[in-house]
C-alpha cells in the first residue's frame, strides 16, 4: 500500500517562503514520477512541479523561478522549496505519485499567503 504523507504547509507573509515534504512509503522506485499540485476552491487542480524519471523538471507557468523541486530517493520525500510567496500561491497543495500500479495523492497541505 503506498502512502504519501505531506507536511510544511502553514501561513506566511507574501514574499515569505515554505518548504513542503511528502514522504512516500509502500512499494515505490525511485524512478516512479513525482511531483505537487494545488487546488483552490472550484478551479481544476493544476500542476505546480513534477519530477519525471530521465527528464527535465516541469514547472508550473506561475511558477517564475520562486519554487525549487527536489527528491531525496534514499529518504523516498519529495520537496518544494517555495520562496517570494504571492497571496495567488493560496491553495490546498496535493503530493501525487506515479508508479506501475496505480496514481496517489496525498491528502493536501493547506498554504496561505496572507499579511
Known amino acids: 500500500q503506498v502512502r504519501l504523507m505531506e507536511s510544511g504547509g502553514g501561513l506566511v507573509q507574501p514574499g515569505g517562503s515554505l518548504r513542503l515534504s511528502c514522504a512516500a512509503s509502500g512499494s515505490i522506485s525511485s524512478r516512479n514520477n513525482m511531483g505537487w499540485y494545488r487546488q483552490t476552491p472550484g478551479q481544476q487542480r493544476e500542476l505546480v512541479a513534477a519530477l519525471a524519471y530521465g527528464r527535465q523538471t516541469m514547472y508550473g507557468h506561475f511558477v517564475e523561478g520562486r519554487f525549487t523541486l527536489s527528491r531525496d530517493s534514499a529518504k523516498n520525500t519529495l520537496y518544494l522549496q517555495m520562496t517570494s510567496l504571492k497571496p495567488d500561491d493560496t491553495a490546498v497543495y496535493y503530493c501525487?505519485?506515479?508508479?506501475?500500479?496505480?496514481?496517489?495523492w496525498g491528502q493536501g497541505t493547506q498554504v496561505t499567503v496572507s499579511s
Open positions: 501525487h505519485l506515479d508508479t506501475l500500479r496505480g496514481s496517489y
